[in-house]
């Protein structure tokens, strides 16, 4: 039963995820403005946007990124298993500790990069007026997809392969940004 209903609700979100991540790409370019903050959102924000946040740090020194989740406790740390595989990619989590998405987050960001379609979900439920500045990290992979799947409680083997899908969309969002120091 729970198949159907995954599969139900990527059938409801899908195209529309997919209209506004082109949007938000077309309105970022015609703005003529380069994006200078960065917000990546997941879930939890103790996997996949800490881990995209540290790779775009490295790729895009020129631009300030930061992460959040949806999750409403914070202070949360990293599990150990996805602290190893993150430092094998240069992303240090040895220290991390969650947070909760915040209006002031999102209303500083130029972009919102979010990881899945029930992060889209949460972010138009809690932020409508931001809807617009959101955008899938995995569509920045070659082929695009919108979602990256959450690798919480994953085998290590499983979950490098998920943290090397962020890396290269990170690469590929940054590829697709440019770096804000060299325009």
């Known amino acids: 039963m729970l198949g159907i209903r995954t599969k139900l609700f990527q059938l ?27 917000l ?6 103790i996997c996949r946007s800490p881990v ?19 999750y409403p406790t914070e202070g949360r740390t990293s599990p150990e298993s ?34 899945d379609l029930y992060n889209f979900r949460d972010f138009r439920r809690e932020f409508p007026a931001e809807e617009s500045k959101a955008a899938f990290l995995g569509m920045f992979l070659d082929p695009p997809q919108l979602s990256i799947t959450d690798p919480y409680d994953k085998p290590a083997e499983e979950t490098l392969r998920i943290l090397r899908q ?3 969309a990170v690469a590929g969002l940054a590829q697709r940004l440019g770096s804000p120091s060299q325009t």
């Open 82 to 115: 996805l602290k190893t595989a993150a430092r094998s990619l240069g992303a240090d989590l040895s220290d991390w500790a969650s947070r909760r998405v915040t209006s002031e987050m999102v209303r500083q960001a130029d972009l919102v990069v979010l990881m």
């Open 52 to 70: 995209a946040e540290k790779l775009a740090k490295k790729l895009l020194p020129g631009l300030k990124a930061g992460s959040a989740g949806f």
């Open 40 to 45: 990546f959102l997941c879930y939890g924000n």
């Open 12 to 38: 409801r979100h899908q195209k529309r995820a997919e209209r506004q991540h082109q949007a938000t790409l077309r309105a970022l370019d015609e703005s003529g403005k380069p994006a200078k903050q960065i």
């Open 166 to 168: 962020i890396e290269a």
